[in-house]
């Protein structure tokens, strides 16, 4: 499993993706924060606080996650490497997890820069440190948590075709539909007392708690379980390869 997650590794900075991934996602929260003249804006807004980063970030990983992950299993479909990959010594799950782990790691050295926006606030702060750094570590943590599972969904969509452009396309759709769709729908007012619960199926309800600095089990067992599901399925979307 090490050396397949070394791989996968390697093959994200033996092409360009890697790094447009993370040059593309630096530029856009960084004029976002520090350049645009909007409400976002660190300078202009007058505040010690990072809340326009966490806002941003979600809608750009709808994009750049799919992008990361569209081709860890099209393109071993594509090239017919699949069978061969499925047929060596190591299980299903391991191959998956190799995949994700690779994936994640990319995710967290595009968000690594981006600690260097929390220090410049804590040190342009009056009183120097005046930040809620509690507030700001919670939500990278919501980050990572929903980065993985727009891994996990971009794994899935990857396994079910061999067509790059397609997994890319159905990943941001599924992100997108569990990241903000179910608020959308509990915004319409259909279903009543039971909106709640249709609200609490979706991404942003949970991370938007995590986001406010509250470390909630119910919001970290949401998580865990939707990206377990995700990978139950890629896992199940390999074995139907083998009937």
């Known amino acids: 499993m090490l050396a397949l997650l070394k791989k996968e590794i390697a093959n994200f900075f033996s092409s360009i993706i890697g ?9 856009i929260t960084g004029l976002f924060l520090w350049a645009f003249p909007i409400e976002f804006n660190v300078l202009d807004y007058g505040f010690a606080q990072l809340d326009g ?5 979600p809608y750009v990983f709808l994009f750049l996650i799919p992008a990361i ?12 490497t699949i069978e061969l990959l499925l ?23 595009a968000l690594t820069p981006t600690l260097t926006y929390y220090f410049s606030v804590y040190f342009l702060g009056f009183p120097i440190g005046n930040i809620d750094s509690g507030g700001v570590f919670g939500s990278y943590l919501g980050l990572l948590l929903l980065g993985s599972s727009f891994i996990a ?39 009543g007392n039971s909106g709640l619960i249709i609200k609490s199926l979706g991404i942003y309800d949970h991370y938007a708690s995590i986001s406010r600095g509250v470390l909630d089990t119910r919001d970290l067992i949401y998580f865990l379980s939707l990206i377990s599901l995700f990978l139950f399925l890629t896992k199940f979307s390999l074995q139907i390869r083998k009937w």
């Open 19 to 27: 790094y447009i991934v993370i040059i593309i996602f630096l530029l």
């Open 53 to 57: 980063l966490f806002v941003i970030a």
């Open 69 to 80: 992950s569209m081709r860890s299993f099209a393109d071993e479909i594509k090239s017919g």
């Open 87 to 109: 047929t060596k010594p190591i299980s299903d799950f391991k191959i998956i997890m190799a995949k994700f782990g690779a994936a994640f790691l990319l995710l967290i050295i």
């Open 153 to 191: 969904i971009g794994l899935f969509s990857s396994s079910i075709t061999s067509n790059q452009v397609v997994a890319f396309i159905t990943s941001a759709f599924l992100s997108g539909f569990v990241f903000i769709g179910f608020e959308l729908i509990y915004e319409l007012s259909w279903f």
